[in-house]
C-alpha cells in the first residue's frame, strides 16, 4: 500500500462504515429499500471508496446532488440505481438516460422542459415526483392540502408528460430530527405528503418507490419508512442531532490528523501569529501543526478550539493561518517534532468529538467533515490495515 504523505489527512474506518449500514439496515422493516445518500463526497469521507463499500453490503440506491456526482459514481462501478435529489440542467436529459440515473423533478415547468430534451434525444428518464410538504426549497407546493390542490393538477400533468417514466415520488423533512419538538411538523409533513401520493394513485399514477425518512426519521419515526429510505448523516457515524430520542449505536468513521511540524520555547512577551492575538506570559513550548483553513480548519478557530497531542489537549494559541497554526504544549510532556495530532477523533483513551467543533464554529457537525478540504488525502483502514487512499490533488496513476 502506497505509503502517504504524513502532513494531514483524515482516516476513514471502513468497519466503522460497515458497522453503521449494518445497524441501520436492522432497524428497517423488512423489504425497504436503503439508499444511502453520498452527495458531497460522502459528506467528505470519499464517495468512491465509501460507495463502492455500500454496494458490497447491498446498498439498494445512492442519492446524490447532481449529475457529476451521479457520473463519478457510475465510472467507479456503481451498478445500483442512482437519485439526483438537486436540479440537473435538462438539456442533459439524454445523459440522464443512457447512464440509467434517476432524475428529481420539482416543477411542471421543469418538467416539461425535460421531457422536450428527452423527446428530442428520444430517450426516456426516470423521473421521482418531489413534493414540497415544509421545506420551502424545491418540489411542487403541498403544503396545506385544501390551498395547495392545484398542485396535483401540476404533479399529474408532470407525471405523464411524454419521455419521463414516473417511478417515484418523495419529501424531505424539516425537523425529523428535533426529538418532540418537531413531531408535530414532521407528522404534519408526513400527513401532506401521505394526501399528495393517495391523490396521485386515485388518478391512475402509481409509483415504485415512495420515500420521506431521512437520517432523523429513520431513527425516531420507523412507521414512516414506507418503500424506501435516504439515511444520510447516520451512515458516517454522526447523530444528526442531540435532540433523537431513539439513537442507534453509531461509530463516527471520520478522523482528521495531522502531525508537529516544529517545536520550540517562545518567552515570555513574545507574541504568536498574524495580528499578535496572543502574548506569552511566561516562557510557552509551542508546537507547529501543518493544517490551517485552507484544510477546511476554520479561521474562527483561533485562539478556541483544542487538539490532542500525546493523548492530552493542547489549546490554539494566535490566529489560524492558511496552512498552518499553532499549539501550546508547554503542560504535555515528551512532545516531539513528527508527533501525530488529533485534531478530532481519539488519540488512546482521550476522544474529541467533531461536535465540539462545530459547536465552537456555531454550525453541526455536517458542516465541519464536508468542509475537511480536497488536499486533504483520505486514508481507509479496515481490520487495523490500510487498504486504499484517496488523493485529490495527486491521484494515484
Avoid at 467528505?44 to 445512492?62: C, I, S
Avoid at 451521479?70 to 438539456?91: D, K
Avoid at 405528503?193 to 394513485?201: D, I, L, Q
Avoid at 448523516?233 to 511540524?261: C, F, N, W
Amino acid at each position: 500500500m502506497h505509503h502517504f504523505l504524513k502532513r494531514t489527512w483524515a482516516d476513514i474506518n471502513m468497519d466503522a462504515i460497515d458497522h453503521n449500514f449494518r445497524a441501520i439496515r436492522n432497524a428497517l422493516k423488512p423489504g425497504v429499500k436503503m439508499c444511502c445518500v453520498v452527495k458531497a463526497d460522502a459528506y467528505g469521507h470519499g464517495a468512491p471508496m465509501v460507495a463502492r463499500e455500500y454496494q458490497r453490503l447491498g446498498a439498494d440506491w445512492f442519492a446524490v446532488s447532481n449529475l457529476e456526482e451521479a457520473i463519478q459514481l457510475r465510472r467507479c462501478a456503481i451498478t445500483r440505481p442512482i437519485l439526483i435529489l438537486g436540479y440537473t440542467p435538462p438539456q442533459n436529459a439524454e445523459e440522464l438516460s443512457e447512464l440509467n440515473i434517476s432524475q428529481t423533478v420539482l416543477s411542471l415547468d421543469y418538467a416539461r422542459q425535460l421531457s422536450r430534451y428527452a423527446q428530442e434525444a428520444n430517450v426516456t428518464v426516470n423521473i421521482h415526483l418531489k413534493v414540497d410538504t415544509g421545506m420551502s426549497r424545491i418540489g411542487f407546493l403541498y403544503q396545506n392540502p385544501a390551498r395547495d390542490e392545484s398542485s396535483l393538477d401540476e404533479m399529474e400533468n408532470a407525471a405523464r408528460l411524454p419521455g419521463l417514466a414516473p417511478e417515484g415520488i418523495f419529501t424531505h423533512f424539516a425537523v425529523s430530527d428535533d426529538g418532540d419538538q418537531g413531531e408535530n411538523f414532521t407528522l404534519a409533513q408526513y400527513d401532506c405528503f401521505r394526501k399528495a401520493v393517495e391523490a396521485m394513485e386515485a388518478r391512475g399514477l402509481h409509483f415504485a418507490v415512495r420515500h420521506c425518512a431521512n437520517s432523523g426519521a429513520v431513527l425516531d419515526y420507523p412507521e414512516l419508512q414506507l418503500d424506501m429510505v435516504r439515511p444520510g448523516i447516520i451512515l458516517y457515524g454522526m447523530e444528526p442531532s442531540e435532540s433523537i430520542r431513539h439513537p442507534l449505536d453509531l461509530q463516527p468513521a471520520m478522523e482528521l490528523k495531522t502531525v508537529i511540524s516544529q517545536k520550540k520555547e517562545i518567552p515570555a512577551g513574545a507574541t504568536v501569529s498574524y495580528g499578535r492575538t496572543f502574548t506569552a506570559s511566561q516562557g510557552t513550548v509551542v508546537a507547529t501543526v501543518p493544517i490551517g483553513y485552507a484544510d477546511g480548519y476554520p479561521r474562527h478557530f483561533s485562539g478556541k478550539a483544542q487538539m490532542l497531542v500525546r493523548g492530552k489537549r493542547a489549546p490554539i494559541i494566535g490566529r489560524v493561518c492558511m496552512d498552518q497554526l499553532m499549539l501550546d504544549v508547554t503542560e504535555i510532556p515528551g512532545v516531539e517534532e513528527g508527533d501525530v495530532v488529533t485534531v478530532f477523533g481519539r488519540d488512546g483513551e482521550a476522544f474529541l468529538p467533531v461536535d465540539e467543533l462545530a459547536a465552537l464554529n456555531d454550525t453541526i457537525h455536517y458542516e465541519m467533515v464536508c468542509l475537511v478540504g480536497k488536499r486533504v488525502p483520505r486514508i481507509y483502514w479496515k481490520h487495523g490495515k490500510q487498504i486504499g487512499e484517496l488523493n485529490y490533488i495527486c491521484p494515484a496513476e
